[in-house]
Every structure is written in structure tokens, then in C-alpha cells.
């Protein structure tokens, strides 16, 4: 918000300098983001009277004129406007001067006579909207002076924050200044001369939405003539960053910017009947806005009517039709209270922000509506003659009384850490327009508003009621009058302290498990990226990725989810209008982006949030997803590049389970079908008594890799729960010592049939290696002669070792004899020779 300085010292004496002003406001908590000379841009523009003012010999519409700037020779300008004479005093353009918009004047010669300056009118100036006449300044104006002194100004722009609406006007901040200084705050004296007849002859108002219209107040002036408002108003509201437009519009954003009370001028000709209906717009309403721009109105929006249709959009923008107009001499004034929310939703629907749609979001002082109808009708008067109506029309007419809100002194120091004493936190409120009284016995305390509202008993403490003024809708819980106290005493003054509590001696990190994840996939070559978690519906459709309610769950609180999408209300774009439920979409929309910069390898992951409603409710998970594809192994002088597979993939589950201390997963082939390749999916689970990892491995179908444009054969994707994602610690690891004793390798080659999987096989030979076996790993895959085309070899290094002796050659072989045989019972398999 612009403050011009003048303006504010109406209704409060300031005596510090601009810079103090802005920094004592900023400790207030009303940031002023700058300091701004008005007028600056206004170089070499002094006051000068006119001496001579003659026709052009050469031009009809020209005048030949003589100046006098207070200093040397008077100057020989031509100027083209017809308003000025001798005698009067103007602004001068020197030769040299820049104005507004770096607008630079020479000597010039126009229809051959020289021209020594140039005399400026209101609108060159930035001063005044008028561009048809030369600025007539008052005669009494000094002679030579440089309009900067003369008219220039200081402006502070403020940043006011949402919850203080009731400081979005000159009156506001007048308030705040005086809380910081103690100088007494002048209220506009607003009486109304009403001459005219009663106001229910002219005027009508009803309400039919009072749950969006808490109050309607309206006034009528008749005789009005329509023009230009005084130069000083026009200055003023220049200033403030607002446009002038005419006396009776001027008039309306005067009050709202000196009161923050935004009120409507309809022409009161265009209000049919003189009727006014607040009400819902009706299905297929249409709306010319100010803007001149034809709106289709939704049957949520409330409108401002009369009974032949729509004429304002309540609390936005009014209708073209019922606007200000030079033949106009009826007005009707609205204002009045609208419903916060609706506002917002109404400006944001029709990409429709303005000053009194701003106001009106932030919320309105109730009595505002009376206040602000008088005031406009006031200047109106004073600026554009006519005679009001005797009488407003007030369809709430009684006024709430301030609320009452109880607070302990003693909570209030705690919550400062500073003991600030009763007499001393009434004299902070009192202040801010907050009086105090004692409380009566029983009081209870309002600590909590939203979401759940919360009173508690204050004991034995001593309580005080803080009579709340009707514009500080802000204050509703206890916290809120401390805040008040530290506010008005100064921020700066609260002593700094560190806790005096014990802190832990030790507390585990919660992010200790994906910082172990993501240490191990970066060492493996993957490179980690973190994606919107805002997504377009359809990729989420198009992908079909199943839900983990399929997938094995695992114990300890990781239970498998599932659930409905999550759409957003109103999303910024389609893009971003659900929140996902799986990664594998995302990683594939980066996949896609380094396709099109020419890098087809890749290997990232993510660890990041699914999203989805769990019977009725919103919920929330993480997940490790990852994604491969390109050459995992480029060619080099003494080998092909090899790219990567679902084996690769496995291998990165199985490095994640050893660096998290776990056993080694098992996997069961997915047969499900798209988005899967077939015969390449599988579900990954680490089988041991603390199971903490579970998910899916596969390489996508193609259609999946055409429905994303991607030019890759072969992607290969995982996702997977992990326990300790979600703010937990890694599973405690049992170090065992180094065997003191050898141990046996023995390799084993099996002729399976081509549907057993290896994981079968290791199973087998894991349930009847006994106590001796150690490990197991496959190391070889055969296909080809001379086994049959229905087989394949699968080859295996055991390890056989015991933690208190050597074994013997007999145990060893009595070992692998037992693998042999079960092998052969139970997989029909025999060993390759």
C-alpha cells in the first residue's frame, strides 16, 4: 500500500523523519519496503506567472506567451492550450527539464518562433488527470519555486500482512503510528446535509443471500454534476497510486483508501425501479464489467442487480452500464460487508483482482458500512453538489458489540519469556485501541480456534478480558494478545535466552535410512531426482501401474496402501491437477526429458511421496523408485557396450538389503501383463524374520514406452517400500566375527527345465545344504547345446564352512551329495558334469 506522509499527518502528528517512521513501522510488524520522493522526476519544473498571452501569427490554435520564472530574462513560449490569461501562475518546463516518463524539454521552434520551455498540464505532470488545459496553480503560489517543493511528497510503501486488513487504509496505519509514538489519532469529522426527501422514495434494497451480504447500506444524491475532482484530491490520490477519474468516483476511493471502506457509485438513472438485489447470478447471465470486458456469469458468483438483470459484481467490479457518466445527475451509493471467501473465489473466477477486492478478502469492520456510505455522500456533496436523500437504507442497522476476550498476564510473560507485569501489558494494549477490565469469576480461556476450538480453566492464575475494538478481527485467542503486547513493546526488546531444559543426549536421525539409500545408489552409478509430486490425471492413467494393495505387505507398520486419486481443487494448470500415486510416471517424464537432449542412458531414482484418499481420508508414503535404461556397460577396446536389465535391477535390491544389514531378497515372477513386459516383471520381497523391503522390478512394456514417446527398447523400473523411509532408523545390525576356521568352495551346475526360475533352485539347494552352507551364489546361465531346447544350466558356488573346525573332505562331499539329491527329488534336476 502507497502512504503518502502528508496525507497520513491528517490523522496523526508524525514527527520523525521519513526513515525512522518506515523503520519504527517495520518493527510493528508493518514492513515498509521502501521510501519513495513523490514528485522526483519533476527536474527544472518551477512556477512562473504569465506576463502576455497572444495569438500565434502563423497558427490558429497556438499562443504566443511571455513567463516569468522569478530569476533573468521572462521566457517566450508557445503553447497550444486555451485556459490560460494573464496574471495566472502555472509550472514551467525549463529548457533541460525532464518529467515523467523522461520526457526531456528543449528549445524548440514551432511554426517559426522560438520556444524557451514549455507550461505543463496536470496529466504531463503526473499531478492530475486533466490534459486539455495548462495546471493554474493558486495565485498566492511562490514565484521561482520548484514544483518538487511545492507539491512533492514522501511515500512509504507498506507491506500490510493478510491478517490486518483493518490497516489497508490512511486511518489504519494512523493507528499503528500512534501506538508507536502515543499521538492521539484524528478521525475524519463526517456529517451528512441531507435536503432531499426520504431515502425509501428513491432507493430499495434487498438481500437475498445474507450469508454472503451481512450488511446493505445504501445512500442517495440527486442534482449531482459531474467533473473533475478538486487538484489537491487528484495530487493525493496520484500519489497513492490510484487514478483519478471524477469527483463522485474520486470521492468512492478517497473514502476507501482513507477508511479502507470499499464502496460502489452506480448511476442511478441505470438501477431500474431504484431497486437494488444482492443474489446469485442465474444460469446463463451475462455481465459488461467496467473493464469493458462481456462475462458469462457462474451461479455461484453474487451479483449486485436490479429487476431487469445483473449490474455490478458484488465486491469486484461494477457493470458498464450503470457507470459514472458526464450526463449523469442520480446516484445511488452502495456499501456494504461481503463474505470474504466468496470474494476471493469470485476474483480468482474471472481473473478479476482489484483494490476493493483485496480490501473485501482480508474482511470488513461491520460498522465500516454505515462509516463508509456517510463519508462517500459527504465529499460527494462537497465535490459535486446535489442534495442527499434524507435517511440510508440499512438492511442490518444494529451494530455488534466489541468482543471480549479473556487472557492470563502470567501465561503472556511465559509465552515472551519475559516478565512484563500486568499494569505495563493494559498500557501496551491500550495503545492499540484495547482496553482491559477484570475478569469475573468462572472465566475461562479461549486458547484455540481452529481447527478444533479449545477453552481451558485458568486455575489460579489472575485473568484480565481485553475489550477487542470492532476493526481487530484478528484477535481471537490468548496468543493473539500476546502477540499484541510483544508487538507494541518492540520486538527487539524481548530478552534472548537459551532453553534451560535438558536436551537429549542422543537422538537418532530420521533421515539416516535415505541417507543410506541414496549414499548407495549414488555409489552405483545412480543419479538422484526429485519430481513434482503434482501430476497430469491422464499419466497416471495411461501408465496403469498396480497398486501395492496387490504387493506383498510387509510387518512393522509398512502395511501396503492403496486408495483414490487425490484431485487438486482448483490447479494452476492441467499438469499439476492430481497428486500421484506411484513414482514409476515421474521418473519416466525425466526419462523423456533426457531423451529429447540427446542423453538415451540413464539411471536415477527418487525418494519421494504417494498420495492417495484411504477410506475417506487423505494418506501419505514414501517410496524408493528407480529407473535404468541405455548402456550400463559402454563399449569399450575390449568389449561391446551392454545395456542394462532386470538383473541389473535385482542387483541394485540386493545391494540395497547388504548395506542395510538385511538377508537377501527373493522374487516371484508378476504375470500380470501391461505395463509390464512379459515374462519381465517380478515382485521382490527380503524373506527374513524382520522383512523391510517389498516392491516391484520389471522392464515396460512397449506400449507403455510408445504412450510416453520414448525411443528406448528396453526401460527397466522398480518400485519399492523400504522400512525407515518414513522417519525411522535402520534395522539393528548382528555383526558376526571373521570364521577362524577355512572355508569350502564347491561350484554345482544344474540342468533344470526352462519354466524353474533360479530362485527356486536356490531354495532347493538352500533347504537341503544343511547347517554347513553358508552361501549361496549364481554365478553362470547356459543355454545351447547340448541341452535340450526345453533346458537350461544354472551354475552355483557354495559355500561350506563351520565356526569350530576344519571341515573334512567326507563332510564337504556329504554335503553336496545331499544338495545333489534333493535337487533331483524335488525339481527333477540333475547335475551337469
Not at 490486518?164 to 500512534?178: F, K, P, T, Y
Not at 540413464?602 to 484418499?613: D, N, S, T
Not at 520414448?710 to 566375527?737: C, F, K, N, W, Y
Request: aromatic share 4%; proline share 7%.
Amino acid at each position: 500500500m502507497r502512504v503518502p506522509l502528508s496525507w497520513l499527518r491528517e490523522y496523526v502528528d508524525v514527527q520523525m523523519s521519513p526513515e525512522q517512521l518506515a523503520e519504527r513501522l517495520t518493527l510493528l510488524g508493518m514492513e515498509v519496503k521502501g521510501v519513495e520522493q513523490w514528485g522526483a522526476d519533476w527536474r527544472s519544473v518551477v512556477v512562473g506567472e504569465l506576463l502576455t498571452v497572444e495569438k500565434h501569427p502563423h497558427a490558429d490554435r497556438l499562443h504566443l506567451t511571455t513567463v516569468n520564472v522569478g530569476s533573468g530574462e521572462p521566457l517566450h513560449i508557445v503553447c497550444g492550450a486555451n485556459n490560460i490569461a494573464p496574471g495566472q501562475r502555472v509550472p514551467v518546463a525549463l529548457p533541460g527539464a525532464v518529467l515523467p516518463g523522461d520526457r526531456r524539454i528543449e528549445r524548440t521552434e514551432k511554426m517559426g518562433i522560438a520556444s524557451e520551455g514549455m507550461l505543463c498540464s496536470g496529466d504531463e505532470l503526473h499531478i492530475t488527470s486533466d490534459a486539455e488545459g495548462i495546471l493554474i496553480l493558486p495565485p498566492s503560489t511562490q514565484l521561482g519555486i520548484e514544483l518538487s517543493d511545492l507539491y512533492g511528497d514522501v511515500v512509504l510503501d507498506v507491506d500490510v500482512k493478510p491478517n490486518r486488513g483493518d490497516v489497508l487504509c490512511l486511518v489504519g496505519l494512523a493507528r499503528e503510528v500512534s501506538a508507536a509514538t502515543g499521538a492521539p489519532v484524528r478521525w475524519p469529522e463526517i456529517a451528512v446535509e441531507e435536503t432531499g426527501g426520504p431515502v425509501a422514495d428513491r432507493l430499495r434494497v434487498e438481500v437475498r443471500e445474507p450469508e454472503l451480504c451481512t450488511r446493505f447500506v445504501g445512500r442517495w444524491i440527486s442534482g449531482v454534476k459531474i467533473a473533475p475532482s478538486p487538484d489537491w484530491i487528484q495530487m493525493r490520490l496520484q500519489a497513492a497510486g490510484m487514478r483519478p477519474v471524477s469527483n463522485v468516483v474520486d470521492a468512492s476511493n478517497f473514502v476507501m483508501l482513507e477508511l479502507g471502506k470499499p464502496t460502489h457509485t452506480f448511476n442511478g438513472a441505470a438501477v431500474r425501479e431504484g431497486t437494488i438485489i444482492v443474489r446469485r447470478a442465474l444460469p446463463g447471465e451475462r455481465l459488461e464489467t467496467l473493464d469493458h470486458v462481456d462475462r458469462e456469469l457462474t451461479p455461484d458468483t453474487l451479483i449486485i442487480a436490479d429487476p431487469s438483470g445483473p449490474i455490478g459484481i458484488a465486491g469486484v467490479m461494477g457493470g458498464a452500464e450503470s457507470e459514472i457518466t458526464d450526463a449523469t445527475t442520480e446516484i445511488a451509493i452502495e456499501s456494504a460487508v461481503f463474505d470474504p471467501v466468496s470474494i476471493r473465489r469470485t476474483g480468482h473466477r474471472y481473473a478479476l483482482r482489484s483494490e476493493a477486492s483485496l480490501r473485501f478478502e482480508k474482511g470488513q469492520e461491520f460498522r465500516l458500512a454505515r462509516i463508509g456510505a456517510d463519508r462517500v455522500a459527504q465529499l460527494t456533496l462537497a465535490w459535486a453538489g446535489g442534495s442527499a436523500s434524507k435517511g440510508r437504507v440499512d438492511t442490518a442497522p444494529t451494530e455488534p458489540a466489541s468482543a471480549r476476550l479473556a487472557f492470563r498476564p502470567a501465561r503472556v510473560s511465559r509465552l515472551l519469556g519475559a516478565e512484563i507485569s500486568g499494569e505495563e501489558q493494559r498500557a501496551l494494549l491500550l495503545r492499540v485501541g484495547v482496553e482491559t477490565e477484570s475478569a469475573p469469576s468462572g472465566t475461562r480461556i479461549q486458547v484455540a480456534v481452529e481447527p478444533k476450538p479449545l477453552v481451558v480453566n485458568p486455575g489460579s492464575e489472575e485473568i484480565l478480558i481485553a475489550v477487542v475494538p470492532t476493526w481487530r478481527r484478528d484477535m481471537a485467542i490468548e496468543a493473539d494478545v500476546a502477540e499484541e503486547v510483544a508487538r507494541v513493546r518492540g520486538y527487539e526488546t524481548t530478552p534472548a535466552h537459551l532453553p534451560d531444559t535438558l536436551m537429549p543426549a542422543y537422538r537418532p536421525s530420521p533421515l539416516r535410512v535415505r541417507d543410506l539409500i541414496r549414499e548407495t545408489l549414488a555409489g552405483a552409478g545412480l543419479s538422484e531426482v526429485v519430481t513434482h509430486a503434482l501430476v497430469a490425471a491422464p499419466d497416471e492413467a495411461k501408465l496403469q501401474w498396480p497398486d501395492d494393495a496387490t504387493a506383498p505387505a510387509l510387518p512393522g507398520g509398512l502395511a501396503a496402501q492403496s486408495g483414490e486419486e487425490i484431485a487438486v481443487t482448483n490447479p494452476l494448470s492441467a499438469q499439476h491437477s492430481v497428486l500421484r500415486r506411484h513414482l514409476a510416471a515421474s521418473l519416466l517424464d525425466v526419462l523423456s526429458l533426457n531423451e529429447r537432449q540427446g542423453r538415451p542412458d540413464v539411471a536415477i531414482f527418487e525418494i519421494g511421496k504417494h498420495y492417495a484418499r484411504i477410506d475417506g481420508k487423505p494418506r501419505e508414503w514414501t517410496r524408493l523408485a528407480f529407473l535404468l535404461t541405455g548402456a550400463a556397460e559402454p563399449a569399450a577396446w575390449n568389449r561391446v557396450a551392454r545395456s542394462y536389465d532386470l538383473d541389473d535391477a535385482k542387483g541394485i535390491v540386493e545391494l540395497l538389503c547388504r548395506r542395510l544389514g538385511l538377508a537377501e531378497p527373493s522374487y516371484v515372477p508378476d504375470a500380470r501383463g501391461f505395463p509390464f513386459h512379459p515374462g519381465r516383471a517380478l515382485v521382490a520381497r527380503q524373506e527374513s524374520e524382520n522383512e523391510a523391503v517389498a516392491g516391484r522390478l520389471a522392464e515396460l512394456h512397449p506400449e507403455a514406452l510408445a504412450a510416453w514417446d520414448l525411443r528406448a527398447q528396453r526401460v527397466i523400473v522398480a518400485e519399492l517400500a523400504v522400512a525407515g523411509l518414513d522417519a525411522a532408523t535402520p534395522l539393528r545390525v548382528h555383526v558376526e566375527p571373521i570364521p577362524r576356521f577355512p572355508e569350502v568352495e564347491r561350484d554345482l551346475a544344474v540342468i533344470v527345465a526352462e519354466s524353474r526360475t533360479a530362485a527356486e533352485v536356490e531354495a532347493t539347494i538352500r533347504s537341503h545344504g544343511g547347517r554347513l552352507l553358508r552361501h549361496v551364489r549364481l554365478f553362470d546361465r547356459y543355454r545351447g547345446m547340448p541341452l535340450a531346447a526345453t533346458e537350461k544350466s544354472l551354475a552355483y558356488r557354495l559355500v561350506l564352512g563351520s565356526k569350530d573346525r576344519t571341515l573334512t573332505e567326507g563332510e564337504a562331499d556329504a554335503a553336496m551329495e545331499a544338495v545333489r539329491k534333493g535337487l533331483e527329488t524335488d525339481l527333477g534336476a540333475h547335475i551337469r558334469s
